[in-house]
């Protein structure tokens, strides 16, 4: 006789209703996500072959890089709540399908304008993809299984992103940087037919009742993509009146995107009261400064060593190997056992220290005669360490104190400020692409280092277990 009663949950027993695959969830979403990292990274150290190929200067390579950075930021958040509204999988499927056909237009782009119009369709799908991923994921497991997966998750993401240069440097070497693109098809073939089979649909609390908030996503996605547009080009044009348009138009739609939430309670599509907690505000500014401290040592280090030290593309992503090896193979462990033992307060503070303490290193780095072992290693090392302590325990901290019925839109709020951090970073280093590079080096290590301070601060005040 069979025994009808469900098993009891334990730490090694998932409790999410079984009619999908957890495992090819699992794989699904983390290829998917994971792309959006690969290709990023992929344009760090193919952007000096790109330049060539369409005679573009300091301010087209920026332009390669925020045509896909400006559109992610923009969007995550209309990704998220449209994944809550219409169903992830559908949401997330979608996104995966554009971002692989934009992959595919950037890789024949005959001119310039058609590699940028590809950036922007891959960083819409990127948009879509990013936050329906971690959504999708939270409503598939639970309890300690949940922990166990978003750390895979993102540590699988944060070392596909800096794997990434060391076979896409060589891919660039070999074949040429349209042969990067080329790669990204087979694996979203992959996900894609993974997440046919074995993911859930699923929604939102009333994703399936209530009105999709228009008035927010228009005023929040123009007012996002304003904003960040006068970020980008505030290096090249200065403080022109294009500039400071964008930035205050930005600024007054997204002031206006409060307004109207406040006004929508329950039928917001951010939901203004996930910011009464404290400890989702103090993850959000801390996600905010450690990436906008990441974002600008991820560009600009790479694109100094093949410009101004003599690496090739292939030396330049083996150097940054530290990286993906130990988020990989930390952070499944950081999202679980470690956070459960010491907290997430103490893993984010010690995460963002020891972040602080490589930028500080790397402050050191000489013009000339680097040597790799005693002048980089180090401080990508403790970069790296500093990384798989906080990522997986930050992604789940976010998911925990929004709530399963608010998952997309939490996802999309931290993978937005995560975005836009990282683009005022991008912002700020053209300035420094424009001039002496290992000079810039040294001040954007010194501003990655402080920020990294400051993010150890925001968590040891506002996050509380």
Not at 12 to 34: E, F, K, W
Not at 206 to 223: F, H, K, N, T, Y
Not at 285 to 295: D, E, K, V
Not at 313 to 330: H, K
């Amino acid at each position: 006789m069979t025994n009808a009663l469900p098993l009891p949950c334990t730490p090694m027993r998932d409790c999410a209703p079984r009619d999908h695959d957890p495992r090819a969830t699992l794989i699904a979403t983390t290829i998917a996500s994971s792309l959006a990292f690969v290709v990023g990274s992929i344009i760090n150290v193919a952007l000096p072959q790109m330049q060539g190929a369409f005679d573009a200067g300091p301010a087209g390579a920026q332009w390669i890089v925020n045509a896909y950075l400006l559109p992610l930021g923009a969007f995550v958040l209309l990704g998220g709540a449209l994944g809550d509204h219409y169903g992830r999988k559908l949401v997330f499927q979608g996104g995966l399908l554009l971002f692989a056909a934009s992959c595919l237009l950037a890789a024949v782009a005959w001119s310039f304008p058609v590699l940028l119009i590809a950036r922007v369709l891959e960083g819409v799908g990127a948009a879509l993809i990013a936050p329906t991923s971690l959504a999708i994921l939270a409503e598939a497991f639970s309890g300690p299984a949940r922990g166990r997966a978003v750390g895979t998750w993102a540590g699988a993401g944060a070392a596909a992103g800096a794997l990434a240069p060391v076979l896409g440097g060589w891919i660039v070497d070999v074949a040429g940087w349209r042969w990067a693109f080329v790669t990204v098809l087979p694996i979203a073939a992959v996900a894609f037919v993974l997440a046919q089979s074995g993911i859930r649909e699923s929604h939102g609390a009333e994703g399936d009742r209530a009105p999709l908030d228009l008035a927010g996503a228009a005023l929040v996605s123009v007012g996002l993509l304003a904003a960040i547009w006068g970020l980008v080009a505030l290096p090249e044009r200065g403080m022109s009146p294009a500039v400071l348009s964008a930035l205050a138009g930005g600024a007054a739609m997204i002031l206006a995107f409060v307004a109207v939430e406040h006004g929508k309670s329950g039928r917001a599509m951010v939901p203004l009261t996930l910011f009464r907690d404290a400890a989702f505000s103090g993850l959000t500014l801390f996600t905010f400064f450690l990436y906008a401290a990441l974002g600008g040592l991820m560009l600009l280090l790479p694109y100094m060593l093949i410009s101004d030290l003599g690496y090739g593309a292939s030396a330049a992503g083996l150097a940054l190997l530290p990286l993906p090896v130990l988020i990989g193979g930390l952070s499944r462990f950081t999202g679980g056992a470690l956070v459960d033992r010491f907290g997430t307060r103490a893993m984010l503070t010690v995460g963002a220290l020891l972040v602080a303490a490589g930028f500080g290193w790397l402050t050191q780095l000489p013009g000339t005669g680097v040597r790799y072992a005693t002048d980089l290693l180090p401080g990508l090392l403790a970069l790296a360490l500093g990384m798989a302590l906080a990522v997986a325990p930050l992604t789940t901290a976010v998911l925990s104190s929004a709530g399963e019925d608010r998952a997309g839109v939490a996802s999309g709020v931290n993978n937005a400020i995560s975005r836009i951090g990282g683009l005022v970073a991008t912002a700020l280093l053209g300035l420094v692409l424009a001039g002496d590079l290992v000079a810039g080096f040294a001040l954007a290590a010194w501003v990655g280092a402080a920020l990294a301070m400051l993010s150890a601060g925001i968590a040891w005040t506002t996050v509380h277990k």
